[in-house]
């Protein structure tokens, strides 16, 4: 009966709290599939953990799976106001002098206009052509044919020449300056067309700074560049040139010295962004398996987990197959692991066989098929991607608690179920007592 309210009115009886107790007998059976449910959630959590985890070493790997990653160099320049100097892993400690004639320069061209950004400009074809490069055709017409408009037609095209205009109070000069030094640049019109003047005046477009190379010498050996950034001139090594060397007293250039050394703790920096994160895998793994007889960790029985901290055991102890030198194995230069199931660095082993063969020690982190970093990132995509073993297990607790998560809710309709059809069946009997109750009153009344 829709509305009705069971209160043992009729029949003494605490109805509710009956109805209460039965349907908690009821839910009780509820309480194995939900500590099944909150296990499998709990493994799903920490296996989402350890693939993001790996996935962090997937990454460190990639920062030092090459020698000009994984190893520092020191390098100095003796007066950064003539040069500065920056390196990777590959430069050799050594040390340089170095001499500067001259720096590259941009070509630069100049034309002293009109004293109006809008006066008109000769439409025709302008042809920008760099040294080395594909000539670049402008077309000025009648929507373009001001100065402001050929400076942004110049601007917008691929002619790697950039377009600017000074006014000196009284005009305006139109400056084209190359993008990169040390190439030359023409200019030719045609269709109308004319860089001289552009049809405001007679004056001629001249060459205010004429494109050179930069000249230098290390340790005496010319070298030309037509870029002050020089990369292949010393492996491993970018140098910036910033001003021309001093003349000394007898008329001889004056050379800055260049020093290149190894940097061992740098080295041991970008090594240990990998190990440390591997440590911290083995950390998690250890925590969430261990186990005793009172109580254990939330992957205690996972294989899956044990099986990733032996790979990484394995990863860690096994010979290099592509190993050069003395060193044959990553302990052999102080990275193992350790009793408690830990990853040891010890940085003292590592600098000694750094100091005595540091091509065979970056050779076992770089190998590209089988060195520290390929080994981790190969790891790293087995137990992660869309097949790997670390997601096909999640995917597996997931799925258990989805299919736990079903029999509940099913199991909670049947209890809700089963509480209506009690309170209904109650609200019978109180409303069938009622009635009794009223015809005894009745007959009571006709004694």
Same mark, same amino acid.
């Given at each position: 009966?829709?509305?009705?309210?069971?209160? @043992?009115?009729?029949?003494?009886?605490?109805?509710?709290?009956?109805?209460?107790? +039965?349907?908690?007998?009821?839910?009780?059976?509820?309480?194995?599939?939900?500590?099944?449910?909150?296990?499998?959630?709990? &493994?799903?959590?920490?296996?989402n953990d350890l693939i993001n985890l790996m996935k962090e070493v997937h990454e460190a790997a990639e920062g030092v799976d090459t020698?000009?990653?994984?190893?520092?160099?020191?390098?100095?320049?003796?007066?950064?106001?003539?040069?500065?100097?920056?390196?990777?892993?590959?430069?050799?400690?050594?040390?340089?002098?170095?001499?500067?004639?001259?720096?590259?320069?941009?070509?630069?061209?100049?034309?002293?206009?009109?004293?109006?950004?809008?006066?008109?400009?000769?439409?025709?074809?302008?042809?920008?052509?760099?040294?080395?490069?594909?000539?670049?055709?402008?077309?000025?017409?009648?929507?373009?044919?001001?100065?402001?408009?050929?400076?942004?037609?110049?601007?917008?095209?691929?002619?790697?020449?950039?377009?600017?205009?000074?006014?000196? @109070?009284?005009?305006?000069? +139109?400056?084209?300056?190359?993008?990169?030094?040390?190439?030359?640049?023409?200019?030719?019109?045609?269709?109308?067309?004319?860089?001289? @003047?552009?049809?405001?005046?007679?004056?001629?477009?001249?060459?205010?700074?004429?494109?050179?190379?930069?000249?230098?010498?290390?340790?005496g050996v010319p070298i030309t560049s037509d870029t002050n950034e020089v990369t292949d001139a010393l492996e491993g090594l970018t140098?910036?040139?910033?001003?021309?060397?001093?003349?000394?007293?007898?008329?001889?250039?004056?050379?800055?010295?260049?020093?290149?050394?190894?940097?061992?703790? @740098?080295?041991?920096?970008?090594?240990?962004?990998?190990?440390?994160?591997?440590?911290?895998?083995?950390?998690?793994?250890?925590?969430?398996?261990?186990?005793?007889?009172?109580?254990?960790?939330?992957?205690?029985?996972?294989?899956?987990? &044990?099986?990733?901290?032996?790979?990484?055991?394995?990863?860690?102890?096994?010979?290099?197959?592509?190993?050069?030198?003395?060193?044959?194995? !990553?302990?052999?230069?102080?990275?193992?692991?350790?009793?408690?199931?830990?990853?040891?660095?010890?940085?003292?082993?590592?600098?000694?066989? !750094?100091?005595?063969?540091?091509?065979?020690?970056?050779?076992?982190?770089?190998?590209?098929?089988?060195?520290?970093?390929?080994?981790?990132?190969?790891?790293?995509?087995?137990?992660?991607?869309?097949?790997?073993?670390?997601?096909?297990?999640?995917?597996?607790?997931?799925? &258990?608690?989805?299919?736990?998560?079903?029999?509940?809710?099913?199991?909670?309709? &049947?209890?809700?179920?089963?509480?209506?059809?009690?309170?209904?069946?109650?609200?019978?009997?109180?409303?069938?007592?009622?009635?009794?109750?009223?015809?005894?009153?009745?007959?009571?009344?006709?004694?």
């Amino acid at each position: 009966m829709a509305g009705f309210s069971v209160g @043992g009115l009729a029949t003494g009886l605490d109805t509710k709290s009956m109805i209460s107790q +039965l349907v908690a007998v009821e839910r009780m059976a509820q309480a194995g599939p939900k500590k099944r449910k909150a296990e499998a959630d709990a &493994r799903a959590k920490a296996i989402n953990d350890l693939i993001n985890l790996m996935k962090e070493v997937h990454e460190a790997a990639e920062g030092v799976d090459t020698v000009t990653e994984a190893a520092a160099i020191s390098a100095t320049s003796g007066d950064e106001d003539i040069f500065t100097v920056t390196g990777d892993g590959t430069a050799a400690a050594a040390n340089y002098d170095i001499s500067i004639l001259q720096l590259a320069e941009a070509q630069k061209d100049t034309i002293t206009l009109g004293d109006s950004l809008t006066d008109s400009v000769s439409q025709g074809t302008y042809t920008i052509t760099v040294e080395g490069e594909t000539k670049v055709d402008i077309t000025i017409d009648g929507d373009n044919n001001t100065v402001a408009g050929l400076v942004t037609a110049i601007n917008s095209s691929d002619a790697n020449v950039t377009a600017a205009t000074v006014f000196d @109070g009284t005009n305006y000069t +139109l400056m084209l300056t190359a993008d990169d030094t040390g190439k030359s640049v023409t200019y030719a019109a045609s269709n109308g067309g004319s860089w001289d @003047g552009f049809g405001i005046n007679a004056n001629t477009l001249d060459t205010y700074n004429s494109a050179q190379d930069a000249m230098f010498a290390i340790d005496g050996v010319p070298i030309t560049s037509d870029t002050n950034e020089v990369t292949d001139a010393l492996e491993g090594l970018t140098i910036n040139l910033k001003s021309a060397s001093e003349t000394g007293a007898e008329g001889n250039t004056v050379s800055t010295s260049l020093s290149v050394a190894a940097d061992t703790d @740098g080295t041991i920096t970008n090594v240990k962004v990998l190990t440390d994160i591997i440590n911290k895998v083995l950390g998690n793994i250890n925590s969430n398996t261990k186990s005793s007889e009172d109580s254990a960790a939330v992957l205690a029985f996972d294989s899956t987990a &044990r099986m990733l901290k032996n790979s990484i055991s394995q990863a860690l102890v096994s010979p290099v197959s592509g190993a050069t030198g003395d060193y044959t194995s !990553l302990t052999m230069i102080g990275i193992g692991v350790d009793r408690y199931g830990a990853l040891s660095f010890d940085e003292d082993e590592f600098k000694a066989a !750094l100091a005595a063969d540091k091509e065979g020690v970056m050779n076992l982190i770089t190998d590209a098929d089988d060195g520290l970093a390929a080994r981790f990132k190969e790891m790293a995509d087995d137990y992660t991607l869309s097949e790997g073993f670390l997601t096909i297990r999640k995917t597996m607790y997931s799925s &258990r608690s989805k299919s736990i998560a079903d029999t509940i809710e099913r199991m909670d309709k &049947r209890v809700d179920a089963y509480e209506a059809r009690l309170k209904h069946q109650f609200a019978m009997l109180e409303q069938m007592v009622s009635g009794l109750n009223q015809q005894s009153s009745a007959l009571a009344g006709m004694r």
